[in-house]
């Protein structure tokens, strides 16, 4: 029992990037509990000065190796919202089908090799080589599907190549697209396995209710596109995000704490997708998420491993129609726009990372130099409703062994999938 | 049944014919033809086929010529496991090929790869990969770079099998080889009249009057120049702008310097020799252990570019190892052209410089 | 060829950086498994728990930017018997580098406001120049043939020197069309190859991710960028960049860091 | 080679670039060289002569031009000696007895044996060069009574680097060769000659100029440096052999890597005329030594 308990886990396993976790009991009490990043900042937000607008958009994917894509296209979509630039659908479509390899990747490596071994008792997923091979050869599986779908649309997933500003340099092969297609849809069995296997892991029956935010589109489940959303009922349009969203430092951490008009938490992400856009999601998603008992609203920040699932068949099943609406259509060369005569302007891009809601917002002078940048991470913009969720749990689960209370901490830090190389490059001050 | 008759011989197809045809070689061997590249329309590239109505054979030029259906890139050489004694299998493709579609400086640029490569001891491989391929060459029109006239090879046909050339009622076809008239029975053609053979002619004719730029002197007048003097200015220009990038040995079609590596498996044990293309314009090229590099300066080595295709091959095989293609002038991104500069060497000899 | 002894341990690190290099390396996937027969992995914080301080072979990527990275790198160079710098970040410096034109403390105040003094950075260095680093592996992320290349050569104890062509050759050996003929400018020519020409091949620029060959000729690219050319498509790019001394210089310090200067003098291997 | 019936594939009896196995017998390892004795897989001798060089692989690691250090006239079995520089040269460094390797050659001209008939051999090695005059010293000396004089001169970069230590005391005892070994740096226990080999062949050796034929091997700038030593002493430059060292990849004038001006190092060589040199540009070797 923890009467007295001085928790602190030094850069936290499994998890991008380096955080700690400090929990301090005293007297069966709860004092003090956080989550404090300590990754070196690296100051994007600076260096982004200074610099063209391709430039931008090719360091803007090196904010984060693993949701380079999203970076990068949120960076597009801020420079041609700033330069009125149009791209055709086709290439909306490709963008599109990056994006959800990129999801897919990043879930997968979040569910299979960081979440999975809390579960299966082993410290990697590797070491389930001998014991599991099924396993660990379906987490292989589909992390080379995600990558091989961002390799065929966007050269690699880390870094994107060729997803530049005004559209794409090169012409898509039908072939490699309908080879594409076909894995994909093997894919689904994979899923299906995926949706047993954490079917059998039990998630603490935690509920807390916060604000959800994410992107909202009335067509499509939004990972490109949308207006910015809140559960509680708030539409607005993306580019008014500084209207709601603000941000703020506390001295313990490297990364910035943002929050949603005067609420000082809310949470983006899977879970918050999951619950504004239930509607949009397909068929055998919906399925995957009733085989989960997700049911929206859903509370439990825990279930977000569950609606990353979903999103997992979700993206996949999306992504198979991407591709035969490409093929359907025929897909036409189209060279890479040539930059805009320099000139000024300003814009913002919000796209739905696979941890939440990525705002890039550019303004360029006359010459199209950018002369100010600011990005708001996903992550940032959870860790206030984190710690929240750390306070009301911690609580609840005080009367067991300290080392128990540090590792369901751990669990629950580890639920939301922080990325923590993203959030220490947020710009601007709230205040 | 043309084996008897002297060649070469003529014939005539119509365009639909000759895809029946290319269809009907496609059934026994593969066929590698230059064709639009699917990532960059509007661009051309040499590829293994696989539907007939991807043969472009109006192109103008393609950054890698030809000689990679015999000599790719990147090729292994054999396979090797460490076993006691080590086994050693050697790595070939099997069955002969068709390779269509050759501009005439592309087809005397394989026939001085043949010298080179046959010189003894031979290089066994070359000669196999040659031996399965039946050539197929086509005329063409010449673009911005070309100068294949100044060096005598616009009208090259050796080694081809046959020969393309496009007139109204489809192709002139020449049969050059018995391995060539054999394979063209099998195809439906027709004589050729007078007006075809004509046709063809005039084609050459306009063809002689397109091109843009020509060498000031003959290749045996060049060598003599090269040797006679230094042009150390000259090259030092040219060193000044190139970047050393080797582009235009990599896009030659005479080149055939190359280097070799090993690649192991992942058992550490086994693996593969690979040999891929080199180029005598990269820094490393002549580097020996020690740090000696005997081409120590850029102009060195753009010097050495120029000597080893118009002097020093050309007096060991009695030919340039250059055919006029223009594709290094096209690909270098340092805007060096060969035609150019070698005008520039002409002239400076010619205006009887003396040494430096 | 190796005889079978213990198996070495490696381990991976990562200081100031995307983290995308790690990611990179777990794309070796099926690999991944043949590659556990060869070796065991001691700690790979972003992937496994409870890692180990005893390891033979530790895969550092990220700049050094903080006294805490600093110590921590010397810990690791004190530990590992081979030391892999993974990445440009880690190799060369990379964009972290391209803070340190700015005062630190003005770095800082614009990121934290007033509230700067909490948090401390130093000029962002690549740890193959705060240790000695026995292998390098380029590229931003990595690149997964050389990834691939460096792994068999730790375990057959092969040297790695860095490769020193640049990305032209590979463009050519892939047969890819060269982007200049779309009049997209390429810093390939001047950039050690290595990364099978990756960008190129998806009919990108080459944006110079794995650093400058030994000898590069920087004068030819301003030259090529800022005068008309006689060659129809070098004189259509030069047009359309229409680029200044200063616009390259920024171009090239996107992975070279901002100190590189483009000066006329010769270098020694040049004209 | 286009007619129809070539076009029947026939499988080319040797490939090209495939080497043969040949086991490593024995290894003996100094701190800056390994002298490796091997043995074709078929027991058959490599049939070269002294000068000439095999393309030796470590299978996975590459392959390097090496000479071979020993001689014809003792064929069992045939040795290298290799320094370890890189990649090759290391893994054949710390290679072990029983250990495979894969051998192609012998490739190369190498030292005119003939020419040399009936006259003194003055052998200049530097380092390394010492390998292939090995092979050459030591058939002379196996056919001792077609050669009149021979005069051995080598230096070495310091005492612990001296290769052959055996042969080279053998070299010296003997009285049918007359032996001047010198150290760049010696060191405490050495009492022998110091500076370059050059200083013994100007100041010591007595020749008979119109009847020596001379045979280097060594460093880059160490042949020029000997050249003129042995021009001033009337040795004419037709008599005079440099062996050279280039960047091979094939070793029989195809990759094109050791082209020197128009000759193939590999080929046309690695053992060149001095008078030949001259005519070359990029024979860096025999140019002049610059002021
Ligand atoms: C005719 C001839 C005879 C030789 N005889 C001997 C000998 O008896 N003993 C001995 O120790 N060495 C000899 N050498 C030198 C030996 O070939 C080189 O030391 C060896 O190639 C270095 O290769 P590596 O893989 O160990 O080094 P690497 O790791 O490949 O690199 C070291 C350097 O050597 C260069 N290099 C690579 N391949 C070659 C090559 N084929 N030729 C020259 N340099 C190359 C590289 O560019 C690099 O700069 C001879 C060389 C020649 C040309
Ligand atoms: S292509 Fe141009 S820049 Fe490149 S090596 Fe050749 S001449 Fe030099
Ligand atoms: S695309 Fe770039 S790297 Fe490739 S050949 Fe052209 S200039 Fe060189
Ligand atoms: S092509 Fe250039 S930018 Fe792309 S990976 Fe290679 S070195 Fe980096």
């Known amino acids: 029992m923890a009467h007295e308990a001085n928790i602190h886990i030094r850069h936290l396993t499994r998890v991008e990037g380096h955080g700690d976790i400090t929990a301090v009991i005293e007297g069966g009490e709860l004092k003090e509990v956080r989550f404090s990043v300590v990754e070196a900042p690296r100051f994007f937000e600076v260096f982004l000065q200074g610099r063209t607008h391709h430039e931008v958009a090719h360091l803007a994917s090196r904010v984060c190796g693993i949701c380079a894509v999203s970076h990068r296209a949120a960076a597009l979509k801020a420079i041609e919202n700033a330069f009125d630039l149009h791209i055709s659908e086709q290439s909306t479509s490709l963008r599109r089908l990056a994006f959800h390899g990129e999801v897919l990747s990043s879930h997968v490596l979040h569910l299979y090799f960081l979440v999975a071994p809390d579960y299966l008792n082993v410290p990697s997923i590797l070491h389930l080589a001998r014991t599991d091979r099924d396993t660990v050869e379906r987490a292989m599986r589909l992390k080379r599907l995600a990558y091989d779908l961002c390799e065929v649309v966007v050269g690699r997933h880390t870094h994107p190549v060729a997803m530049n500003v005004g559209g794409f340099p090169f012409v898509h092969d039908k072939a490699s697209l309908s080879k594409m297609k076909e894995r994909l849809i093997a894919g689904l069995a994979d899923m299906e396995e995926t949706v047993s296997l954490f079917r059998r892991f039990d998630s603490p029956a935690f509920e807390r209710e916060t604000e959800y935010v994410s992107l909202k589109h009335s067509d499509v489940y939004p990972f490109y596109d949308g207006e910015l959303y809140s559960s509680e009922g708030e539409t607005l349009p993306a580019d008014a995000y500084q209207d709601a969203v603000s941000e703020y430092v506390q001295p313990y951490s490297t990364a910035k704490y943002a929050r949603w008009r005067n609420r000082p938490e809310y949470m983006v992400g899977a879970l918050a997708r999951l619950n504004n856009n239930y509607e949009g999601l397909k068929p055998f998603a919906r399925y995957a998420a009733a085989e989960l008992g997700v049911t929206v609203p859903c509370h439990n920040p825990f279930m977000n491993n569950s609606a990353q699932i979903v999103e997992c068949a979700h993206c996949i099943e999306e992504s198979i129609d991407i591709i035969d609406h490409l093929l359907e259509t025929g897909i036409r060369p189209e060279r890479e726009q040539a930059p805009v005569s320099p000139r000024s302007g300003s814009g913002v891009g919000a796209v739905e990372a696979p941890r939440g809601t990525l705002f890039h917002e550019y303004t360029f002078d006359d010459d199209g130099i950018c002369r100010e940048a600011n990005l708001v991470i996903p992550t940032a913009q959870n860790l206030a409703n984190l710690e929240a969720d750390m306070r009301a749990y911690t609580p609840e689960i005080i009367d067991q062994e300290e080392t128990q209370i540090a590792h369901a901490l751990e669990v629950l830090v580890r639920a939301y999938d922080p990325c923590i190389s993203c959030s220490t490059h947020v710009i601007r001050l709230g205040d | 049944m043309f084996r008897h008759r002297a060649l070469p011989s003529y014939r005539v197809m119509s365009s639909e014919d000759l895809l029946d045809f290319l269809g009907h070689l496609m059934k026994s061997e593969p066929v590698m033809v230059p064709m639009e590249r699917p990532d960059q329309p509007g661009f051309h590239v040499f590829d293994w086929l696989s539907r007939p109505e991807d043969l472009v054979l109006n192109y103008t030029t393609t950054t890698l010529p030809p000689k990679k259906a015999f000599f790719p890139p990147t090729e292994t050489l054999f396979r090797f496991r460490g076993d006691d004694p080590p086994k050693l299998t050697p790595v070939k493709e099997s069955g002969p090929f068709v390779l269509m579609g050759i501009h005439p400086c592309d087809l005397a640029a394989i026939e001085a790869l043949d010298k080179a490569y046959s010189y003894p001891p031979p290089d066994r491989r070359w000669e196999y990969n040659r031996s399965r391929a039946l050539l ?23 080694p081809g099998d046959l020969f393309l050339t496009q007139i109204d009622r489809g192709y002139l076809i020449e049969i050059h080889t018995p391995a060539g008239a054999e394979t063209i029975a099998a195809a439906r053609t027709d004589v050729a009249n007078e007006a075809d053979l004509s046709a063809a002619a005039n084609r050459q004719r306009q063809k002689a009057g397109a091109f843009q730029g020509r060498m000031k002197t003959g290749p045996d007048r060049l060598a003599d120049m090269l040797e006679a003097e230094s042009f150390q200015d000259i090259w030092e220009d040219i060193a000044s702008r190139c970047y050393g990038c080797g582009s235009c040995n990599t896009t030659c079609p005479a080149c055939f310097c190359f280097t070799m590596s090993d690649e192991l498996d992942w058992d550490l044990n086994s693996g593969v020799r690979m040999r891929s293309w080199d180029a005598c314009q990269l820094q490393d090229f002549d580097l020996v252990a020690g740090g000696h590099r005997f081409r120590e300066k850029r102009w060195q080595r753009v010097r050495h570019r120029w000597h080893r295709k118009f002097l020093y091959l050309y007096r060991r095989f009695g030919r340039p190892f250059c055919t006029g293609c223009g594709r290094c002038s096209r690909a270098c991104t340092a805007d060096i052209n060969i035609l150019d500069e070698t005008n520039r060497i002409i002239e400076a000899a010619s205006r009887g410089r003396t040494h430096d | 060829m190796t005889k079978t002894k213990d198996k070495p341990r490696i381990a991976f690190f990562d200081f100031a950086c995307c983290e995308g290099c790690q990611l990179t390396v777990l794309q070796l996937e099926e690999t991944l498994l043949d590659l556990l027969n060869h070796v065991e992995i001691a700690a790979w914080r972003e992937a496994m728990s409870g890692g180990s ?4 072979i530790a895969f550092c990527e990220g700049s050094i930017a903080s006294r805490e990275d600093l110590n921590r790198i010397r810990r690791i160079r004190d530990t590992a018997e081979t030391v892999v710098s993974l990445g440009t970040c880690a190799s060369i410096g990379c964009h972290n580098a391209l803070k340190n034109a700015w005062a630190m403390e003005d770095v800082l105040a614009r990121v934290y406001g007033n509230k700067s003094n909490h948090f401390e950075t130093l000029r962002a260095q690549p740890v193959a120049a705060v240790v000695p680093v026995d292998y390098q592996i380029l590229g931003c992320p990595a690149s997964l043939p050389e990834i691939r290349t460096v792994f068999k050569r730790i375990l057959t104890s092969q040297p790695h020197p860095l490769p020193n062509d640049p990305v032209c050759v590979e463009c050519k050996r892939n047969d890819t069309l060269c982007v200049l ?24 620029a080459c944006q110079g991710c794995r650093g400058l060959v030994d000898d590069p000729n920087l004068m030819a690219t301003l030259r090529v960028l800022s005068t008309e ?16 001394e200063n616009q390259i210089q920024e171009w090239f310090a996107l992975y070279n860091g901002p100190d590189l200067q483009l000066t006329p003098e010769a270098s020694d291997h040049g004209p | 080679m286009t007619d129809m019936e070539n076009r029947q594939i026939r499988a080319p009896s040797d490939w090209t670039y495939l080497p043969e196995p040949a086991r490593i017998v024995s290894i003996r390892r100094e701190k800056m060289d390994a002298v490796i004795a091997l043995e074709l897989a078929d027991g058959r001798p490599l049939g070269h002569m002294p000068g000439q060089f095999v393309q030796i692989s470590r299978l996975g690691y590459g392959e390097i031009p090496i000479s071979v250090c020993s001689t014809p006239t003792r064929p069992e079995r045939f040795k290298i000696c290799v320094r370890p520089v890189g990649h090759v040269s290391d893994a054949l460094y710390k290679a072990s007895e029983g250990d495979w390797v894969g051998i192609r050659g012998p490739f190369g001209r190498g030292f005119p044996v003939r020419t040399m008939r009936d006259r003194d051999i003055l052998v200049a090695a530097g380092g390394i060069g010492l390998a292939p005059l090995r092979s050459l010293i030591q058939y002379i000396r196996d056919n001792r009574a077609d050669y009149r004089r021979i005069i051995i001169v080598y230096g070495a970069r310091n005492p612990s680097l001296i290769l052959f230590r055996e042969d080279v005391n053998t070299w010296t005892r003997d009285s049918d060769t007359e032996m001047f070994l010198t150290v760049d740096e010696g060191d405490e226990s050495w009492n022998g000659r110091t500076g370059v080999l050059t200083q013994p062949i100007k100041e010591e050796i007595e020749l008979n100029p119109r009847e020596t034929v001379a045979a280097v091997v060594g460093p880059p700038v160490m042949y020029r440096f000997v050249a003129l030593e042995l021009l001033a002493k009337g040795v004419r430059n037709r008599r005079i052999f440099f062996s050279l060292e280039r960047h091979f990849k094939c070793g029989i004038g195809k990759c094109g890597h050791c082209q020197l001006n128009g000759v193939y190092v590999c080929q046309d060589g690695p053992v060149f005329r001095y008078s030949d040199l001259t005519r070359l540009t990029e024979a860096v070797e025999a140019r002049a030594p610059e002021e």
């Open chain 2, 136 to 158: 197929i060459g086509v005329d063409c029109v010449p673009d911005e770079y070309c100068f294949c006239d100044s060096l005598g090879v616009s009208q090259a046909r050796r």
């Open chain 3, 53 to 56: 301080d005893r390891y033979d």
């Open chain 3, 181 to 204: 003929e779309k009049e997209i400018m390429c810093l390939g020519p001047v950039t050690r190859c290595g990364c099978n020409a990756i960008c190129t091949s998806y009919g990108d």
């Open chain 3, 229 to 244: 050319q006689r060659h129809t498509i070098m004189a259509a790019v030069a047009r359309k960049y229409r680029a200044d």
